[in-house]
Structures are given as C-alpha cells and as structure tokens.
C-alpha cells in the first residue's frame, strides 16, 4: 500500500498531576531523518522514542514533539552528597578560627550551596514514565500512519489512472509505428514522380529502395517501446508492493520519460510525436506526485 510522506499524529493523556501531549509531523525527505523534541528532565527517553517512531516511518522528516503539563511530586527522589556537605563544613570551621568568624554555617546554607542537594527520577517512577510514553508515541505513531495511508490510497488512484493513460497511448504508438515506412515510401514515391515530370534522368528503383530502408532503420523505435512497455509494467508491480517506493517510481519515471523522449525524436509521424508529447506531460504529472510518495 503506498503512503504519502505527510501527515499528522497526536495522542495525550494523563498521570497523576501531569499531562502529556506527543505530536508527530512528517514531511517530504529524501532519505529518512527523525528529530526528537523532549523536555529537558525527559531527554534520557529521546533514544527510545526516536526507535519506536522508525518503526512507523519508512522515509521522510518526522518531528516529534512531547510537551508535559503539572509537575509528578512522586517523580523524584532528593539525594544529599555527603562528601561535598562535609567538605563545606570543615572549610567553614577553619574558617571561623582562622578569621574570628560568629556566624557559623548553618543547615539551611548548605542546602543552599549548589551540589548538596540533587534531585532524580526515583528507578521505579523512571519505568512508568519511560512505558507511558512508549504507549502515547506509539499511538500517535499509529494515528500519523492511518493519515499516510489514507493520502496515499488516492496517490495510487491517481498514479494508477496516469498510468492506464500512458499505457494507452504507447499501444496505440506500437500500432502506429509499422505504417511509418510505408507512408514514408508512398511520400517519396510521390515526390520521385512529381520529380520525374521535371527532368530528363531516370530514378533507380534500387536508390528509391534503399532510401526507404534508410529511413525504416533511423525511425525505428521498436526497441524504446518494448523498454517502455516494460518501465509500465514495472511501475505497476511496485504501486502494490508494502513498503518503501518512492524513490524506486521516480527512477522508473525518468526512464520512461527517456524513452518517450527518444520516439518523439526519432519518428516522422506527426501523430507519434503528439502522443509521445502526452506521455511526456503525463509521466511529469506523475513525477510530482511521487515526490510525496513515501
């Protein structure tokens, strides 16, 4: 099934005092790249959420954004540094001797002093936040794909339809292309006639003949209409296929678009070049679609 590059994906919920919101934004990218916007005391989750996410999205840019509203009480866990509080109070000591100090250091300045108290996600809490999250990414992942999907269903209407049209018209091409020789011989057997009332000289029939071979050979494009017939159907193989296929649709088009080019030029009949034309112009309408192919 073919999926668009865009789309969005939302999910939130609620745990105790806090609220969280996961979004997801994907747009067109060449290869696959996905950015993770997390609160600062969430960052040790970025890993995991940006694996899960890959799960989901096979290429383009993905921007996912968790934001958290309320405050968790429960989350954290205070730790004093013992090391660093004793060290504080010996210098304050030595210091109060050696200047004659009355203020002593009281408890309520070394809480104070930065690197006394440290606050941390309790192990425990830690696991909760870290599956809570997984489930809010993971259904905001899902509800981004069921949009993918849902814009990709009428990309492959629409490619599918530009596709019956190229089709069309390069059938109709092969059934022109035999008849090329023939109006070009009775073309140059007219002109050799009209041209025979004017002079003298004869024509040899073995020149008119080899002219004519000539031209079948120049004007050939059996070859580009198998190839393209083939690009077709090749195309048509991949629009069914479940997984990533943008890239390999664009390549496919700028091969039939090279084909369409070669018999545009190398046939003299004015009705395969305006359908070649027609293929050309369809086939750059499809290459913009594909550009949102995922």
């Given at each position: 099934m073919i999926r668009s590059m865009t789309g969005y994906g939302r999910k939130e919920d609620s745990r105790g005092s806090?609220?969280?919101?996961?979004?997801?934004?994907?747009?067109?990218?060449?290869f696959s790249e996905i950015v993770v916007r997390l609160p600062k005391a969430w960052n040790m989750f970025e890993d995991s959420v940006r694996k899960l996410v890959a799960q989901y999205v096979r290429r383009g840019r993905v921007d996912v954004t968790v934001s958290v509203e309320g405050k968790n009480s429960?989350?954290?866990?205070?730790?004093?540094?013992?090391?660093?509080?004793?060290?504080?109070?010996?210098?304050?000591?030595e210091m109060t001797q050696r200047f004659s100090l009355e203020?002593?250091?009281?408890?309520?300045?070394?809480?104070?002093?930065?690197?006394?108290?440290?606050?941390k996600e309790s192990d425990d809490n830690v696991v909760e936040l870290a599956e809570w999250l997984?489930?809010?990414?993971?259904?905001?992942?899902?509800?981004?794909?069921?949009?993918?999907?849902?814009?990709?269903?009428?990309?492959?209407?629409?490619?599918?339809?530009?596709?019956?049209?190229?089709n069309t018209w390069t059938r109709e091409i092969s059934q022109l292309a035999p008849l090329c020789r023939e109006e070009y011989k009775g073309r140059l057997e007219q002109r050799v006639?009209?041209?025979?009332?004017?002079?003298?000289?004869?024509?040899?029939?073995?020149?008119?003949?080899?002219?004519?071979?000539?031209?079948?050979?120049?004007?050939?494009?059996?070859?580009?209409?198998?190839?393209l017939d083939s690009h077709c159907q090749q195309f048509a193989k991949q629009l069914g296929k479940e997984e990533a296929i943008g890239r390999k649709l664009d390549f496919l088009l700028q091969e039939m678009n090279r084909e369409a080019n070669t018999i545009a030029s190398k046939a003299n009949h004015l009705r395969i070049q305006h359908l070649a034309v027609e293929i050309k112009t369809e086939l750059e309408k499809m290459r913009e679609q594909i550009q949102n192919v995922e």
């Open positions: 806090i609220r969280a919101t996961v979004e997801i934004r994907a747009v067109n990218h060449r429960s989350a954290t866990v205070m730790d004093i540094d013992w090391d660093v509080a004793e060290q504080l109070v010996s210098i304050s000591r203020t002593p250091l009281t408890v309520k300045d070394l809480l104070h002093f930065p690197g006394v108290i440290h606050t997984q489930d809010l990414v993971r259904g905001a992942a899902m509800d981004l794909v069921s949009m993918k999907e849902t814009e990709g269903n009428l990309l492959h209407a629409d490619l599918a339809s530009r596709l019956t049209a190229v006639s009209e041209w025979a009332g004017l002079t003298p000289f004869e024509l040899d029939p073995a020149r008119v003949a080899q002219e004519v071979a000539f031209f079948a050979d120049k004007s050939d494009i059996s070859e580009e209409l198998t190839r």
